[in-house]
């Protein structure tokens, strides 16, 4: 296997301050998840230190293993029923103005989790009244049932990631499909509920492919797009076909407002999450 050379516009610096340390013991002494830690986010020390973080919820063991992500996968550990409490006091505590929720994927729950979505929602809102919210979802296969228990809670974005083109799909995602990720931005759309994708280049897709998939999401009503560059994780990881420049993520931005998008976030180290504040407004 032939590895890449990671350019110079892809290396971090990480340092850390008061700030960092301090949503860092929040994090530890509460027992949290964060897809920073998790997921290796290049832009952890950046946000930590502005007192930020992406908590990720229902265990840190995926029922799926997609070839991108370095999340555990396996048989999860059971629902730990007070981790919505304990997540709302830390959202507290890190006295943030907006936090972001995701999770891992839930196939073993015969509702996939989305109760225990709507029950964490439900105690941020309560004890952090003033604090924007947006959930990152998994798809819940398509049941509109279950995204309907999330939606009821008025998070005030309801994100879920396409990840990649449509060819590339289904050898980058495991269960999940291209369509069906479609048909739940649309129904969150339908809702009147800001519906926001997030997609990784590198992995292979064509500038052709990009620009259909801009139109897909588009055509469901969402409004948010991220894009950023795919950096294999560990080994175990399907490997980098390209390395982006900034200036191609800086086109797409632009070709992405053009289209339609209300905000595009577009960059080598941008995430899900990245400048996610700025998407409520």
Same mark, same amino acid.
């Given at each position: ?77 059971? *629902? ?19 936090? *972001? ?177 700025k998407h409520v407004e």
């Open positions: 296997m032939t590895y890449l050379r990671k350019p110079e516009w892809l290396k971090t610096n990480l340092h850390s301050n008061a700030e960092y340390v301090h949503v860092n013991k929040v994090v530890q002494e509460h027992g949290l998840h964060t897809i920073c830690t998790s997921g290796k986010c290049p832009n952890i020390s950046e946000c930590w230190n502005r007192g930020t973080a992406t908590f990720m919820i229902l265990g840190d063991v995926c029922t799926r293993s997609c070839a991108f992500c370095n999340v555990k996968s396996g048989r999860p550990q059971l *629902v730990d029923p007070q981790e919505p409490t304990k997540l709302a006091e830390s959202v507290q505590l890190m006295n943030l103005r907006h936090a *972001v929720v995701t999770s891992v994927d839930r196939d073993d729950l015969p509702d996939g989790g989305a109760n225990h979505w709507a029950e964490t929602i439900r105690a941020i809102k309560k004890v952090n009244p003033e604090t924007t919210l947006e959930v990152l979802i998994p798809d819940f296969d398509g049941k509109t049932a279950l995204l309907d228990l999330i939606i009821a809670e008025k998070p005030n974005i309801i994100s879920h990631n396409l990840e990649t083109v449509r060819r590339l799909t289904p050898e980058i995602r495991t269960k999940a499909q291209y369509d069906t990720s479609l048909q739940v931005l649309a129904y969150i759309a339908s809702q009147k509920v800001a519906a926001k994708t997030g997609i990784m280049l590198g992995l292979g897709e064509k500038e052709e492919e990009i620009l259909a998939l801009m139109d897909d999401a588009l055509a469901t009503g969402c409004s948010i797009l991220t894009i950023g560059q795919y950096m294999q994780p560990s080994r175990y990881n399907v490997g980098v076909k390209e390395y982006i420049t900034p200036e191609k993520f800086a086109e797409y931005k632009q070709i992405g407002l053009k289209k339609g998008f209300r905000y595009v976030e577009s960059g080598p180290l941008v995430r899900s999450s990245y400048g996610a504040e």
